[in-house]
């Protein structure tokens, strides 16, 4: 997939013919973090979580408050009675795994909601800057394997855009 977009890269600039090419790195990472969206899209995530972690802790107690029932059941107890109460330990063990997955589907649902404005900000910030600054491109730093020194690192740039320091 790199390789593919570095020739493509690489053929596009001679048709640029002796127009002055620009190109700019830019590190998202440290500017998602400063983010004041960030930070509320974290403090959601954990509150969403925790809720689920309390309630998983709530099937675990009911589970265990059962099979220490099915445990207690004398020699003397019909094989009925202890056939059912296995079914229910396997039902409620089946149900906590299903809790524990759509939970964790709800969690990265969640999460992709929440960070779609955020990308979509950070996105329009580097269209801007690239705009404003005459860049032909810019990369995420950390992508290319060398990096020259005409190249501008325009990570300031864009926390400027976005009112981060």
């Not at 390789?3 to 600039?13: D, P």
């Not at 265990?64 to 445990?71: R, S």
């Not at 079914?87 to 929440?114: G, P, S, V």
Request: charged share 25%; no cysteine; aromatic share 8%.
């Amino acid at each position: 997939m790199i390789k593919k977009f570095l020739l493509a890269v690489m053929i596009a600039i001679p048709a640029f013919g002796f127009a002055q090419v620009k190109f700019g790195v830019v590190d998202t990472q440290p500017i998602i973090q400063d983010l004041p969206d960030m930070k509320e899209a974290q403090a959601q995530l954990e509150a969403s979580n925790n809720k689920l972690q309390e309630e998983f802790k709530l099937l675990e107690e009911e589970f265990n408050k059962l099979y220490k029932e099915f445990q207690a059941l004398g020699e003397d107890t019909p094989a009925t009675i202890r056939e059912r109460r296995q079914n229910d330990l396997q039902e409620k063990h089946q149900k906590i795994q299903q809790f524990q997955q759509t939970a964790e589907q709800d969690l990265q649902r969640q999460y992709e909601q929440l960070m779609a404005p955020i990308q979509q900000k950070i996105q329009n910030a580097i269209t801007a800057v690239g705009q404003e600054n005459g860049f032909t491109f810019i990369f995420e730093k950390g992508v290319p394997l060398y990096v020259g020194k005409d190249v501008v690192d325009a990570t300031s740039l864009i926390r400027a855009k976005l009112g981060l320091k």
